[in-house]
């Protein structure tokens, strides 16, 4: 994959997101664990730098993302807590209500808790496409997008490298 493509892909492709990541993979290189890159970035600079931005940033910013909702840090703890549990990049409702249920003993608020995750950016939609294939629908600051909860769902890669769920896509 192109790297440029692949770090969009770890953003939900806003500014601030593509700073960030690009900010820690600035840091990864001047700390001096890697050996100089040159010209052009070490591919494990950048890997680390990716890996970085995931744990120092993505995961607090879909946190924050739940603030202002009723109950929000408790709703952002048991839903964060729930999707990582999962251990898997592509699931269904019914897999996160049962894990939800698992740690926290309901259920009863999947649905509000997929939403708030899809409206996060933390999670997207896997879309068929009559039997052309798929693509991927994420939400995050576009109006026109929706979830759907009884398709396919998908966790979003920078999640996937903070949690160290291997990647479905």
């Known amino acids: 994959m192109p790297t440029l493509q692949y770090l969009l892909n770890l953003t939900r492709h806003t500014p601030r997101d593509l700073l960030r990541l690009l900010e820690e993979i600035r840091l990864v290189e001047a700390s001096g664990n890697f050996p100089a890159s040159g010209k052009v970035l070490r591919q494990d600079v950048i890997r680390e730098g990716t890996i970085q931005y995931a744990n ?28 990582q549990a999962l251990r898997r990049q592509k699931f269904r409702r019914d897999d996160f209500r049962a894990k939800l249920t ?41 109006d026109d997008a929706s979830i759907y909860l009884r398709g396919q769902l998908i966790v979003h890669g920078a999640l996937c490298h903070a949690w160290n769920i291997p990647f479905s896509v």
């Open 102 to 142: 698992e740690l926290t003993g309901s259920g009863a608020k999947a649905d509000r808790l997929l939403k708030l995750l899809f409206y996060a950016g933390a999670i997207g939609n896997v879309v068929k496409v009559n039997g052309a294939g798929s693509y991927l629908q994420f939400y995050h600051r576009r």
């Open 56 to 83: 120092r940033y993505f995961v607090g910013a879909i946190r924050n993302e739940f603030a202002g909702y009723d109950d929000g840090p408790e709703e952002a703890e048991a839903a964060l807590a729930s999707l």
